[in-house]
């Protein structure tokens, strides 16, 4: 069910248990060869394709919020960027509305590594406002870690892990709308490098690749773009099946 198509009444009527799903990524560079709105493009195909499933009928599905935690690619023009204290505080209002019109089942897909953290954090402070809410459920899916492991059964794929303007983003794309991507043939691989492993590393993105992308663009191809939508669309979709058949109380599902 798609929010921005239903009137309020038809809202409000709703089972409260319908999961409400808010799918979030950004607007920010990606490399020399790829578009600034690539997480958006990417996440709203997956979630497309997850509408697309048994489970779409059982989800409202709220507009893509573009707008994303980007800071770090701020040194890089077209980015555009709210910092992270406004990002968080913004999708948990997001999160709030629905919590106060009744509804009982929040989840962010997120399609944007900046918005991991701050979506995990806006979830964990709306959680302390309603500690002893028991039949609340918030949650929050990055769509590449959907199937719990990378995807080791597209043949000839390179990477093992999303990167940045990568393989991964790039093959979506080119399976998407393959005008957008300029020259990713030609493209230099970027190593993902360790950054002080197993511990985190504070960075931006200079530090760590100056053309902008982290990867291996040139090992692109559209039909890896398409396997890699239809692995993460049924991660995704699964994933919200277990949310609309919680049974409202359990710790696990």
């Not at 799903?21 to 709203?44: K, N, W, Y």
């Not at 979506?172 to 709308?177: G, T």
């Not at 957008?180 to 493209?187: I, K, Q, T």
């Not at 360790?194 to 504070?202: D, E, H, L, S, W």
């Amino acid at each position: 069910m798609e929010l921005a198509d239903l009137a309020w009444p038809a809202v409000d009527s709703l089972p409260k248990t319908t999961p409400v799903v808010f799918p979030i990524a950004a607007l920010e560079q990606h490399g020399r060869h790829m578009p600034v709105f690539t997480d958006s493009l990417l996440c709203g195909e997956v979630v497309r394709r997850v509408k697309q499933t048994p489970v779409g009928a059982k989800c409202l599905f709220a507009p893509m919020q573009w707008l994303g935690n980007s800071h770090h690619h701020l040194d890089f023009p077209g980015t555009l960027s709210a910092s992270p204290r406004a990002y968080l505080d913004l999708i948990k209002d997001l999160a709030r509305c629905f919590i106060g019109y009744g509804f009982t089942r929040i989840v962010f897909v997120n399609g944007h590594g900046g918005n991991t953290v701050p979506s995990q954090q806006a979830l964990f402070e709306l959680k302390q406002d309603l500690r002893d809410r028991r039949d609340m459920l918030l949650l929050s899916l990055t769509y590449w870690d959907s199937r719990g492991g990378p995807p080791t059964d597209i043949p000839r794929l390179v990477q093992s892990q999303m990167g940045h303007a990568c393989e991964w983003e790039t093959s979506m794309v080119l399976r998407l709308a393959p005008h957008l991507v300029h020259g990713h043939a030609n493209v230099p691989e970027v190593p993902f490098g360790k950054g002080f492993a197993p511990g985190y590393r504070a960075w931006v993105m200079p530090d760590r690749s100056e053309p902008g992308h982290i990867g291996t663009p040139a090992a692109a191809t559209a039909e890896k773009g398409e396997a890699l939508f239809a692995y993460f669309a049924a991660g995704v979709a699964s994933y919200l099946e277990r949310v609309a058949a919680w049974d409202g109380v359990s710790w696990d599902a």
